[in-house]
C-alpha cells in the first residue's frame, strides 16, 4: 500500500494537454495493476496530485447536456475560449484563469476502495480550506461540489467537482474558484442546475487572493484527510 502522492504544479496548460497528461498517468497506474494481477506480483502503483491552471474552457460530463452551454462556437471564438466533452462525471463547467484546479490521479486501493467516500474526502478538503477565511462551505444534497448559503435564496456554488474511476483509479477532480471572473459563468447553466449562482474567495471576501497560499491549505488538508504524504516532484 503505498500513501506517498507526488505533486506536481503544471501552473498554466492548455486543457486538452493537461487532459492527455492525466489520461498517460491513469494509464501508467492501470499498467502496473493489470501486470501483479497477471504475474501475481505486489508491485507499488504510483498516485500523483497535479495542480494547474487552465485558459478559458468549457467542459461538459458525459452524462451533461449540451444545451447548458449558451454560447455557439463563434461567440466561444469571440470569448478566447475552447469546449470539450470529456469523460468524467458531472455537467457543465468552466475552467480559467484564477481557479486553481486540482487532478489527484490516485490507486485508491492505496487508501479506501469507495468513490462515494473518495468524493466527500474532496468536499471535505475543500471546506477545511474555506474554514481558514471564515467562509462556511457546506454539501448540498444530491449535488457534488462546495456551496455556500445553502437552504437559503442567496445559494452559490464556489467549487466543481467532476471525476472519473476505474479500477479504481481517479483522475480529474475539483475546479476551486479563488479569483476567478465570474462573468464567464453566464455563457453557462453551470453543472446543469438553474437558478444557482456561483461565487470565489474573491467575491466572498472582496479581497484578491495569494493562489500559492490556497494550494498550501489545500494540500495540508488534503495530507491529513488521506492520510498520505505529499512530496514534489518534476514534471
Not at 481558514?132 to 449535488?143: K, P, V, W
Not at 467575491?203 to 492520510?227: M, P, S, T, V, Y
Request: glycine letters at 8%; charged letters at 25%.
Amino acid at each position: 500500500m503505498n500513501k506517498k502522492i507526488k505533486l506536481q504544479d503544471l501552473g498554466n496548460k492548455d486543457y486538452k494537454d493537461t487532459w492527455d497528461y492525466q489520461e498517460q498517468l491513469f494509464k501508467e497506474i492501470v499498467e502496473v495493476k493489470i501486470h501483479n494481477r497477471r504475474e501475481e506480483k505486489n508491485d507499488e502503483t504510483p498516485n500523483y496530485f497535479l495542480f494547474v491552471e487552465h485558459p478559458h474552457v468549457y467542459t461538459l460530463g458525459k452524462s451533461g447536456d449540451i444545451s447548458n452551454l449558451l454560447l455557439s462556437e463563434k461567440q466561444l471564438e469571440a470569448k478566447g475560449a475552447t469546449f470539450y466533452k470529456i469523460n468524467r462525471g458531472g455537467d457543465i463547467t468552466y475552467h480559467g484563469p484564477g481557479q486553481i484546479v486540482g487532478y489527484p490521479i490516485l490507486d485508491l486501493e492505496n487508501f479506501f476502495t469507495d468513490i462515494h467516500k473518495y468524493l466527500r474526502f474532496l468536499e471535505e478538503v475543500i471546506i477545511l480550506t474555506l474554514a481558514e477565511y471564515n467562509i462556511i462551505g457546506t454539501r448540498s444534497e444530491g449535488e457534488t461540489g462546495v456551496w455556500l448559503g445553502v437552504g437559503t435564496p442567496f445559494a452559490r456554488k464556489i467549487c466543481a467537482m467532476g471525476v472519473r474511476a476505474s479500477r479504481w483509479v481517479t483522475m480529474h477532480g475539483f475546479a476551486l474558484n479563488v479569483n476567478a471572473d465570474l462573468g464567464y459563468f453566464d455563457n453557462i447553466i453551470p453543472c446543469g442546475i438553474k437558478g444557482k449562482a456561483v461565487t470565489s474567495l474573491h467575491a466572498e471576501l472582496g479581497r484578491a487572493i495569494d493562489e500559492d497560499e490556497i494550494k498550501e491549505k489545500i494540500l495540508k488538508h488534503f495530507q491529513n484527510l488521506f492520510e498520505a504524504e505529499i512530496f514534489t516532484s518534476a514534471t
